[in-house]
């Protein structure tokens, strides 16, 4: 049997996807967000206000913008749904926590890009 | 009406199975085996099989038979089960099963684990009941409604399998966390009314290798084969934790 259904084998169920994505949400902020800093502090620097809100404008920018929130926002409910797993009391609609923190999550990244084109 | 020599009989066979199993101890390798497919065949059948009529230095481990002892669980497919109640049909696949020893844990040989690290922990979590001096005085009042009792009564048929320690992750990565076996003891305990220490349990668990260090990933309750759920049992022991910090009691 290959590797891969091996490990999928004890980890394919819905609060094991939750972790994951929870974690690599936070990994891709921790890696991205001090990018899109940087890249927001050198072409401010670079070009004047006109120049720099053209170049938000262009749909790389827009995509790239957009991934990041909805990484920003996957993690907030993400984390939200932690909250409640460990502080509120257990419900047995755990599946349904975590489909409400993922379509949340996609409804804001969906409504930013909206506005943003 | 059919003739009865139609109808499948208990030994009934259904083709072959190739089984590969864990052979030796951590540096060991699979070896593969064919073996008769019948119906109603458990996974423990087909090992047993195996150790009978091809290899008799085959080494594992089982009891009851019957989902009692704990004894007999290995990890099948990939993931972790115990073996004398699980029908083959349900998991080979394509007439294939992967034997393994409990993930998580030493190999000792073939399919046995060494258990010892399980219940020590067990041990570490204070798993142990602690009784109030009641002798002279009255017996204790449990009410089976009481939300306590309904927690303990929860989670007290475990049968020691490991099956949801071979299944955490986070045992994998923190060697020292205690898994959700102990824990699940443990919250047992803090809400048995009967017990002198439930304070002396939850200081137990509430360092970095206790209940804190779960992810809430339910891998345990996931494949729990007595259907218990240590991923609640933890999150109660957060709270509980939590609680007692903000009383001034830990
Ligand atoms: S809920 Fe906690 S104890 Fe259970 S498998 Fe997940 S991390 Fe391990
Ligand atoms: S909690 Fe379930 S899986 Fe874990 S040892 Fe007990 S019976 Fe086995
Ligand atoms: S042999 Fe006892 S639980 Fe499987």
Redesign the interface.
């Given at each position: 049997?290959s590797t891969l259904?091996?490990?999928?084998?004890?980890?394919n169920?819905?609060?094991?996807w939750a972790?994951l994505v929870h974690r690599l949400s936070g990994l891709g902020l921790a890696l991205f967000l001090p990018l899109h800093l940087l890249v927001l502090g050198l072409a401010v620097e670079r070009a004047s206000l006109d120049g720099f809100l053209s170049w938000t404008d262009r749909p790389l920018v827009k995509l790239a913008e957009t991934g990041l929130v909805v990484l920003l926002a996957v993690h907030l409910t993400g984390g939200l749904r932690?909250l409640a797993?460990?502080?509120l009391p257990?419900s047995d609609a755990?599946k349904t926590r975590i489909a409400i923190a993922f379509g949340v999550a996609l409804a804001v990244g969906l409504l930013f890009l909206l506005l943003a084109v | 009406m059919q003739s009865s020599a139609a109808q499948p009989s208990a030994s009934t066979e259904l083709g072959e199975l190739t089984v590969?199993v864990w052979r030796g101890a951590a540096d060991g390798r699979l070896e593969s085996f064919r073996v008769p497919h019948r119906t109603s065949q458990t996974v423990l059948d087909v090992v047993t099989w195996i150790q009978r009529h091809l290899d008799p230095t085959l080494t594992y481990r089982f009891a009851c038979r019957v989902g009692m002892c704990g004894s007999c669980a290995m990890m099948v497919?990939?993931?972790?089960r115990w073996t004398c109640r699980t029908h083959v049909s349900r998991v080979a696949?394509d007439g294939?099963l992967?034997l393994r020893p409990l993930?998580n844990l030493p190999v000792v040989k073939d399919l046995a684990a060494d258990m010892t690290e399980f219940f020590d922990k067990w041990r570490d979590a204070y798993g142990r009941f602690s009784p109030t001096p009641t002798a002279d005085g009255d017996f204790h009042r449990v009410d089976p409604e009481s939300a306590e009792r309904k927690a303990a009564s929860a989670g007290i048929e475990c049968i020691g399998c490991a099956v949801c320690y071979?299944?955490c992750?986070v045992v994998s990565w923190n060697p020292d966390y205690l898994g959700p076996a102990a824990l699940n003891r443990a919250w047992t305990l803090i809400n048995d009314v009967r017990d002198a220490d439930r304070s002396g349990h939850l200081a137990a668990v509430a360092d970095d290798a206790g209940c804190h260090a779960c992810?809430?990933?339910?891998?345990c309750?996931?494949?729990c084969p007595n259907g218990l759920?240590p991923?609640?049992a933890i999150?109660?022991l957060?709270?509980s934790v939590l609680g007692a910090l903000l009383r001034g009691d830990l």
């Open positions: 049997m259904s091996r490990v999928a084998a004890s980890r169920h819905p609060a094991y972790f932690v797993l460990e502080f257990w755990q | 590969s497919n990939g993931a972790p696949k294939h992967e993930r071979a299944a992750d992810h809430s990933q339910g891998s309750t996931k494949h759920n991923s609640m999150t109660g957060k709270k």
